[in-house]
């Protein structure tokens, strides 16, 4: 049987656009819990990432990349929980795993996952992977699949 694939993008033009970007990306991802981001460094992944939370009510100065700590965990104003992952740093899946990554994943919290190709091989199916560009004019385009 075939699975029509859907393909969203937003555009982000600059900064300034970036909280009605993620607000968009919120309407239209609602229903998924774990979301991978995928692009080259300097990207804006945890830019993006701090505007998810922002929208979502997390107090901005607690937004942070967790790249040695791996994970971060915010409380939004509704009181929900969001995990916040950086796999930069790691090297094994076993590292991944020592943490208590399906835990977390398994939780039903929002989960916004940075670097994932680290880890892709454990990443369960229904993850959404997102893919951030950066296009000629420095604008953002966000993409994704489902």
């Not at 937003?10 to 009605?20: A, E, N, V």
């Not at 995928?38 to 937004?63: H, I, N, Q, W």
């Not at 950086?86 to 398994?106: M, T």
């Amino acid at each position: 049987m075939y699975i029509c694939r859907v393909k969203h993008e937003i555009l982000i033009p600059s900064l300034d656009g970036i909280d009605q970007a993620a607000r968009e990306f919120l309407k239209q991802t609602a229903g998924y819990s774990m979301i991978a981001f995928y692009a080259p460094m300097g990207a804006g992944k945890t830019t993006f990432t701090a505007a998810l939370c922002r929208v979502l009510g997390v107090s901005e100065d607690t937004v942070n990349s967790p790249t040695f700590s791996i994970v971060n965990e915010y409380l939004t104003d509704d009181g929900k929980t969001v995990y916040h992952f950086d796999f930069y740093r790691i090297s094994k899946i076993a590292e991944a795993l020592d943490i208590g990554l399906y835990e977390y994943l398994d939780s039903g919290n929002l989960c916004l996952m940075e670097w994932p190709e680290n880890i892709e091989d454990i990443l369960p199916e229904e993850t959404l992977k997102v893919n951030i560009n950066v296009n000629p004019d420095q604008s953002r385009t966000i993409c994704w699949e489902d």
